[in-house]
């Protein structure tokens, strides 16, 4: 996901969008305890999307505007 995109997000699908990426994410670390994981690349994706909602989320806090 690019960063124009999540920027774009209020921010109640800001926070829904990071709840299902960690979800995805603690569903692909079960998957590597079984060794079954197709996509390996999507650890990083989904590491760096979570980053970049954490840093927009910030961002908006600092500046006292949640929307």
């Known amino acids: ?28 670390k079960y998957q590597r305890k079984i060794g079954r994981v197709e996509k390996p690349s999507r650890f990083k994706v989904i590491r760096r999307d979570i980053a970049k909602i954490f840093t927009i989320i910030n961002e908006r806090e600092k500046d006292g505007s949640k929307s």
């Open 1 to 28: 996901m690019k960063t124009k995109e999540i920027r774009e997000l209020g921010f109640e699908e800001l926070k829904s969008k990071e709840k299902a990426l960690k979800k995805e994410l603690f569903e692909l």
